[in-house]
């Protein structure tokens, strides 16, 4: 991978997600994809992943923007920087009560890549800050 090749693949990671086609976001990524969750466990596998982006778009409206990518020289780390644009669908587990809450919460995501895929992706936001948006 080159930076140039890395930064197009984390464009597109965003860009396929904002667009909403599962399919090719996941083609996106590694079989044996390792997920970090913010403020929660670690998942491995595509699998898994499509299972989040599932409770993801059951529970959560959401459209990234102003993006800022970041890729080291080789091509095989990427950061991002970003604006999460987000409407609250359904309750999630553990969360507060969910009735269509808006947000806006800077969010930021690191990355690993190999054979032209993603192969972890860790997401950092504030949580505390997201639930003083829903629950005001």
């Known amino acids: 991978m080159t930076?140039?090749?890395?930064r197009t693949l984390i464009e597109?990671?965003?860009a396929t997600f904002n667009a909403g086609n599962r399919d090719d976001f996941l083609?996106?990524?590694?079989?044996d994809v390792i997920h970090d969750?913010?403020?929660?466990?670690r998942e491995i596998g595509k699998e898994a992943f499509r299972a989040?982006?599932?409770?993801?778009?059951?529970c959560y409206k959401e459209t990234i923007a102003d993006i800022a990518v970041m890729?080291?020289?080789?091509?095989?780390?990427?950061?991002?920087e970003f604006m999460v644009h987000g409407e609250y669908l359904s309750t999630d587990d553990g969360l507060p009560e969910a009735k269509g809450q808006t947000y806006l919460l800077p969010a930021g995501?690191?990355?690993?890549?190999r054979d032209g895929k993603v192969s972890r992706i860790s997401n950092y936001y504030n949580l505390p800050?997201?639930?003083r948006q829903v629950t005001a």
């Open 3 to 6: 930076q140039a090749t890395t």
């Open 27 to 31: 083609a996106l990524l590694a079989d």
């Open 12 to 14: 597109s990671y965003y």
């Open 129 to 131: 800050e997201w639930e």
């Open 71 to 80: 890729v080291n020289e080789d091509g095989t780390r990427a950061a991002a």
């Open 109 to 113: 995501a690191f990355f690993s890549v």
């Open 52 to 58: 989040f982006l599932g409770r993801m778009d059951r």
């Open 37 to 41: 969750i913010n403020q929660g466990g």
